[in-house]
């Protein structure tokens, strides 16, 4: 981690912040309570800045964050991790439990402020619409197996979906890998890896959206593929 050795580095800790499904804060301190804790823990504490932060988005500083909602002690939670002006931010699932509003909120203020510091992200989630809203970079796992990794606007850009007449698995032109693949008596469907236009006219050719992408690799996490570089990242 930032080319040292992760075990047994308690200065590295320092870089990192960390903001966990279940938010798990001290449920009797108050938003300013924790705030003072936090700076008498870390090296580097931005207190100023965090209660500025908390202010703007309304959220009281003397309630107990037990009493606050659930989007509220996330955002107290973003709030705490980016105080440390960590170089690396690591959330695990951090809106998986907000409704849709208290969500949005979240990842607006994530972005504004990782925006302002440079802090590299690295988010963890299961709601495909929040990654294409907010990541430059995806790694998709099915079974603690890497399937596919990428930009994420060049793996949309790559992929396409394909109907026509039955396929039996020959080769198409401009068809890198066959990622997934219904039939019909006569037609096939294909998501497809590209490499290139699919100029046969006897396919019709369609875009697809992030999510059709990552579903089709978490079907069953295996692709058909030409070639033995499949999945990895130039």
């Not at 394909?162 to 890198?176: E, F, N, Y």
């Not at 697809?208 to 130039?234: C, F, I, K, N, R």
Request: with cysteine.
């Amino acid at each position: 981690m930032f080319g040292r050795s992760p075990y047994g580095d308690t200065e590295g800790l320092a870089d990192i912040g960390f903001v966990a499904q279940d938010t798990p804060l001290y449920r009797d301190f108050t938003a300013s309570e924790l705030v003072v804790a936090g700076g008498k823990l870390n090296k580097r504490w931005d207190a100023a800045l965090t209660r500025t932060r908390l202010a703007q988005l309304g959220i009281p500083p003397d309630r107990p964050v037990g009493k606050l909602s659930g989007g509220q002690r996330a955002q107290v939670a973003l709030a705490l991790a980016l105080a440390k002006q960590p170089r690396l931010l690591l959330l695990d699932e951090p809106v998986a439990s907000l409704d849709p509003l208290a969500r949005r909120e979240f990842l607006q203020s994530l972005m504004g402020s990782v925006a302002e510091s440079g802090t590299t992200v690295l988010l963890s989630s299961h709601l495909l619409a929040d990654l294409e809203r907010v990541c430059d970079y995806l790694i998709v796992l099915n079974a603690s197996q890497v399937q596919l990794t990428g930009a994420v606007d060049d793996l949309v850009a790559e992929h396409r979906q394909l109907v026509g007449p039955r396929h039996d698995g020959g080769a198409i032109g401009g068809v890198a890998a066959v990622v997934r693949a219904s039939h019909t008596d006569r037609q096939s469907t294909l998501l497809v890896r590209t490499d290139g236009p699919v100029t046969d006219p006897a396919w019709t050719v369609r875009d697809v959206s992030l999510e059709d992408v990552v579903l089709a690799y978490l079907a069953d996490g295996t692709t058909q593929t030409s070639h033995s570089e499949w999945g990895v990242a130039a």
